[in-house]
C-alpha cells in the first residue's frame, strides 16, 4: 500500500493540527495497516492514485457503503457512531422524510435556472425570515457555507462602503480565498498569499487557555480599540460559538459586542453554518445569547446531509442593491436544495428535536464531567446542545496540549467504532446527529471510557 508516500508535512506537523489529525504520523500509518480489509486498501489505492492531495483530506481513512440515522458504515460492514459528520447530520443521515420529498421534487422540477424562479426556493425563504426575529427577512441561497460568507462580505461592504473586516485569530469560515481571508486558521492561509486586504484579527475571547483566559472585557476592550483606531471597518465576522474546539463566549460578552458594532456603525456577521438549526437546543445559536446579527450564514446541515444547501438572511432596509451582483450562483435557488431545507426545518420542528437536545444536554454534560474527574487527562469539559469539548492536557495546572494522547484516544475510538475529530490538537470534538437516541449516547460514551482508560494505563 503506498498511501504514506505524499509530501513531507513534519515540519509544520505541529502547527497544522488546528483542525485534527493531519493524517501522517505513526498512528494513522498502522490504523491503514492493520485495522482495514485488503480491498479497502486497494480502494483507498485508487482514491489516493486519482485525488488531488490535500491536508485534513488524504489519505482517507476507510470507505463507505452506507449511513443511516447517526451511522456511517464501511464496505466490510463495520459501523461507526459519528460524532463528527462535517456537521450536516442534524437530523440523521437518510432521513426517510427528506428522501421521500427529494424524490417527488426530482420527478417534476430538479432545477431551476437563473431569471427564473419556483415555489420550493419561495416557499423556503420565507420560511427561514419566519424563524429569525425583527426585519432579518431578506434572504439569498447558495449551495456552500463558503459562499454565503463570500455573499455576506460583499454585502456588507456595499451597505456600508467600507471594505475592512474584523475577525478572530483560529476562526473558520470556509476555505475559498475570500473566506480564508477572514478566516484565523494558519493551515487554510499557507502559500495561499496574498489574501484580501483590510483584515484585523483579534485573539479571541476563551475560557480555558490563550491570551484572553477568563477575560472577556479585556477581549471586548480589544475589540472597540480596533473599531475606534481603524475608524473604517465595514463588518465584525464572528462564530456565534467556536464549533471545532467549542468555544463559547458569555451572554455579556456578546450583549457588548452587539452594542460596539451598532455604536462604530460595523455590521455583525454570525457564521452559524455548522452550528445552527437545533445543535445547541435552539434553532439558531444567536438566541442564547439574545442578540441579532445584521447578517446571519447559515449552511451544512441545512440540506438533510443530502443536497449542499446554505443561505443568508439579513435586513430588509439593505435590499437596496439590485444592481450588484451579490450572488449569484448556478444553484442558486434550487428547488432540491429548498425542499431538502424546508424538509429539515419541519422535521426538526414536528419531531419536536430541539426540545430533545436540551435534555440530551443535561445527560451529556453529566456524564462528561464524570470521565473528567476520573481521567487526569481530561483538562476541561465544555459544550452545549450536542455540541461537546473534551480537552485534553498532560498536566491540568500547566494545560499542556496532550497532543499525542488525544491521536491515540481518537483511534482507540475508531477501533471500538465512534467517529470523531481531533480540533486544535487535543480536543475531542463531539457532535453527533441530533436523533441520536439515549441507548446510542450511552454507547458513544462507554467507548469514549474504554478508550481513555486504555491511554491512561
Known amino acids: 500500500m503506498d498511501l504514506m508516500k505524499q509530501d513531507d508535512l513534519s515540519t509544520n506537523a505541529l502547527n497544522k493540527k488546528t483542525e485534527g489529525d493531519i493524517n501522517f504520523t505513526p498512528a494513522r500509518a498502522a490504523w491503514l495497516d492493520s485495522e482495514i480489509s485488503e480491498e479497502t486498501k486497494k480502494i483507498l489505492d ?17 470507505v463507505l457503503q452506507s449511513c443511516e440515522g447517526p451511522y456511517i458504515e ?19 443521515y437518510a432521513n426517510p ?13 430538479p432545477f431551476s435556472p437563473r431569471r427564473y424562479t419556483n415555489v420550493p426556493a419561495i416557499d423556503f425563504a420565507e420560511k427561514l425570515a419566519s424563524l429569525v426575529p425583527s426585519d432579518l427577512n431578506r434572504v439569498l441561497l447558495t449551495p456552500n457555507g463558503s459562499s454565503a460568507v463570500g455573499i455576506a462580505l460583499k454585502l456588507a461592504r456595499a451597505v456600508t462602503g467600507r471594505f475592512k473586516v474584523v475577525s478572530f485569530w483560529d476562526s473558520f469560515h470556509g476555505a475559498s480565498l475570500d473566506a480564508i481571508s477572514v478566516g484565523g486558521e494558519s493551515v487554510f492561509r499557507e ?8 483584515v484585523e484579527r483579534i485573539p479571541p475571547p476563551i475560557t480555558y487557555r490563550g491570551i484572553f483566559e477568563d477575560n472577556e472585557d479585556k477581549c471586548l476592550e480589544y475589540l472597540e480599540y480596533v473599531f475606534s483606531k481603524e475608524g473604517d471597518i465595514g463588518a465584525f465576522i464572528a462564530e456565534t460559538i467556536r464549533n471545532t474546539d467549542v468555544q463559547l463566549p458569555s451572554k ?61 438572511i439579513t435586513r430588509d432596509e439593505y435590499n437596496k442593491f439590485g444592481d450588484i451582483s451579490l450572488g449569484h450562483y448556478t444553484h442558486e ?62 498536566d491540568k495546572k500547566t494545560k499542556v496540549k496532550a497532543v499525542e ?23 475531542l470534538q463531539l457532535s453527533p446527529a441530533l436523533t441520536i437516541s439515549r441507548k446510542e449516547l450511552d454507547s458513544a460514551l462507554n467507548i469514549l471510557d474504554e478508550s481513555l482508560a486504555m491511554v491512561h494505563s
Open 191 to 198: 502559500s495561499m498569499g496574498p489574501l484580501m486586504p483590510g
Open 252 to 312: 455579556a460578552f456578546w450583549k457588548k459586542a452587539r452594542e460596539l458594532c451598532t455604536k462604530y456603525g460595523v455590521l455583525l456577521i454570525l457564521d452559524e453554518i455548522p452550528i445552527a438549526l437545533g445543535r445547541t437546543g435552539k434553532m439558531f445559536v444567536f438566541e442564547h445569547y439574545e442578540i441579532e446579527p445584521d447578517i446571519l450564514c447559515i449552511g451544512k446541515g441545512l440540506g438533510g446531509g443530502i443536497f449542499p444547501q446554505a443561505a443568508i
Open 46 to 62: 485508487r482514491d489516493a492514485r486519482y485525488f488531488l492531495h490535500q491536508s485534513m483530506s488524504t489519505p482517507c481513512l476507510d
Open 97 to 109: 422524510q427528506l428522501i421521500e420529498k427529494i424524490i417527488e421534487q426530482l420527478k417534476v422540477l
Open 333 to 394: 435557488k434550487s428547488p432540491l436544495g429548498a425542499v431538502a431545507a424546508l424538509g429539515t426545518i419541519s422535521f426538526l420542528e414536528n419531531e419536536k428535536i430541539l426540545e430533545k437536545v436540551k435534555a440530551d444536554e443535561k445527560y451529556l454534560k453529566t456524564s462528561l464531567t464524570a470521565l473528567k474527574l476520573k481521567y487526569p487527562l481530561i483538562g476541561d469539559v465544555r459544550g452545549m446542545g450536542l455540541l461537546w469539548g473534551v480537552e485534553l492536557v498532560k
Open 405 to 427: 494522547e488525544a491521536e491515540v484516544v481518537m483511534y482507540e475510538c475508531l477501533k471500538r467504532g465512534l467517529s470523531f475529530k481531533v480540533s486544535a490538537g487535543n480536543v
Open 74 to 92: 464501511n464496505i466490510s460492514g463495520k459501523k461507526y457512531l459519528d460524532f463528527h459528520g462535517n456537521n450536516v447530520h442534524q437530523v440523521g
